[in-house]
T-cell receptor
Framework: GAVVSQHPSWVICKSGTSVKIECRSLDFQATTMFWYRQFPKQSLMLMATSNEGSKATYEQGVEKDKFLINHASLTLSTLTVTSAHPEDSSFYIC????????????FGDGTRLSIL | DAKTTQPPSMDCAEGRAANLPCNHSTISGNEYVYWYRQIHSQGPQYIIHGLKNNETNEMASLIITEDRKSSTLILPHATLRDTAVYYCIVRARGGSGGYQKVTFGTGTKLQVIP
């Protein structure tokens, strides 16, 4: 149980385009999902917390107009990288938590984004 | 969330037990210890968590010291597929309807050697 699916797993696109990444909790409902970014040989950096039915909470230094997050249902959150540029190339990972006070987060397999 | 300290890297012979330490000397009474691992180019995988008692599941055992200031993740019989970066994280339990974000440190890179 507690499977998180992320799509697509790999995307290559031209500079200036927008890219949407989906994160789905397959067998549980998630009122909260999290989006991370990871550069090569670095740890995961939390970008934002996605809340179902409300605005996302962004970490300091993350541009909310650049990284649009929508959490329209209890099983789906999307991250849209708007007007992507080469410096946005990274590994993007989402996670979701099963409801319960000590329940762990479960992570998707990540999306590798390459902007040419 | 309390800060954790882990060695940057460790080696372990295949078939032997891998013992990964984590120091969390500033842990609070309501903070759990969680372990995740990340195999190259994949998302992190949840392994185990605990509050103050030792825990065991099909993947690993978690030993938490009595003062809760440190813990050890034990992989009883390491295989080559256990080569990964292992993250120790402490996180407070969420309140009613609440949540706690997970913040990753640099982890321990475990290399299992044939």
């Amino acid at each position: 149980g507690a499977v998180v699916s992320q799509h697509p797993s790999w995307v290559i696109c031209k500079s200036g385009t927008s890219v949407k990444i989906e994160c789905r909790s397959l067998d549980f409902q998630a009122t909260t999902m999290f989006w991370y970014r990871q550069f090569p040989k670095q740890s995961l950096m939390l970008m934002a917390t996605s809340n179902e039915g409300s605005k996302a909470t962004y970490e300091q230094g993350v541009e909310k107009d650049k990284f649009l997050i929508n959490h329209a249902s209890l099983t789906l959150s999307t991250l849209t990288v708007t007007s992507a540029h080469p410096e946005d190339s990274s590994f993007y990972i989402c996670s979701a938590r099963v409801y319960g006070r000590d329940q762990p987060q479960h992570f998707g397999d990540g999306t590798r984004l390459s902007i040419l | 969330d309390a800060k954790t300290t882990q060695p940057p890297s460790m080696d372990c012979a295949e078939g032997r037990a891998a013992n990964l330490p984590c120091n969390h000397s500033t842990i609070s009474g309501n903070e759990y210890v969680y372990w995740y691992r990340q195999i190259h180019s994949q998302g992190p995988q949840y392994i185990i968590h605990g509050l103050k008692n030792n825990e065991t599941n099909e993947m690993a055992s978690l030993i938490i010291t009595e003062d809760r200031k440190s813990s050890t993740l034990i992989l009883p019989h390491a295989t080559l597929r256990d080569t990964a970066v292992y993250y120790c994280i402490v996180r407070a339990r969420g309140g009613s309807g609440g949540y706690q974000k997970v913040t990753f440190g640099t982890g321990t890179k475990l290399q299992v050697i044939p």
